[in-house]
C-alpha cells in the first residue's frame, strides 16, 4: 500500500474550493436581497423629515390604535380611540403585502360595519404588512404600518 502525500496542489485545491463555495453563496444571497427589495418608502427623505414632528404630533393627538386579524376569510381591521371606542374615519387607504417583495401586494377596499373595517382577502401564511394611511373628519392623517402574522 503506497502512502499518498499531501501536496502544495491538494492544498491549492482545498482553498480554491473553499474560497469558491463562499464567493458562491455571498452573490447568491446578494442576488436574492436585491431581487425581492421592495423598493423606496420615500423619493426623497429629507423633504419627508421636514414636517415629520409635525404629522407626528398630529397623529397622537387622535390617540387612534390599530389592529388587524384575519377571520373567516376576512382581513379585519380594529381602528379605536383612545377610550377604545370604534372610529369611523373619513378616509381609509391600505396597501397589503408581504415585507419581502411587492409580488403579492393588493389595495383592498375595507368597508365599516359599524365595529371594524373588513374586506375579502386570502393570505396565504406568513408576515403580512398593512401600510394604512387614513384621515379623520378634519383631515388630520393618520398613518401607520401594521404588520400582521397569517398562521397556516
Known amino acids: 500500500m503506497t ?3 499531501f501536496t502544495g496542489k491538494h492544498a491549492l485545491a482545498i482553498f480554491v474550493g ?3 463555495v463562499i464567493i458562491s453563496v455571498n452573490l447568491l444571497l446578494a442576488y436574492s436581497a436585491v431581487k425581492t427589495f421592495p423598493g423606496l418608502e420615500v423619493k426623497n427623505s429629507y423633504v419627508a423629515s ?3 414632528n409635525e404629522r407626528l404630533q398630529e397623529q397622537r393627538a387622535l390617540g387612534w390604535e390599530v389592529r388587524a386579524e384575519t ?4 382581513l379585519i381591521l380594529h381602528i379605536t380611540d ?5 372610529v369611523q374615519v373619513a ?8 415585507a419581502t417583495h411587492v409580488k403579492d401586494d393588493f389595495s383592498p377596499e375595507f368597508t365599516f360595519d359599524g365595529i371594524a373595517y373588513a374586506t375579502p382577502a386570502a393570505l396565504g401564511k406568513g408576515n403580512w404588512n398593512i401600510r394604512l394611511v387614513a384621515r379623520d373628519h378634519a383631515g388630520a392623517e393618520f398613518a401607520q404600518r401594521v404588520p400582521l402574522y397569517v398562521k397556516g
Open 18 to 20: 473553499a474560497f469558491t
Open 82 to 86: 383612545a377610550t377604545g371606542a370604534p
Open 50 to 52: 421636514q414636517n415629520f
Open 91 to 98: 378616509e381609509l387607504q391600505a396597501v397589503v403585502g408581504r
Open 3 to 5: 502512502e499518498r502525500k
Open 71 to 74: 377571520k373567516g376569510g376576512l
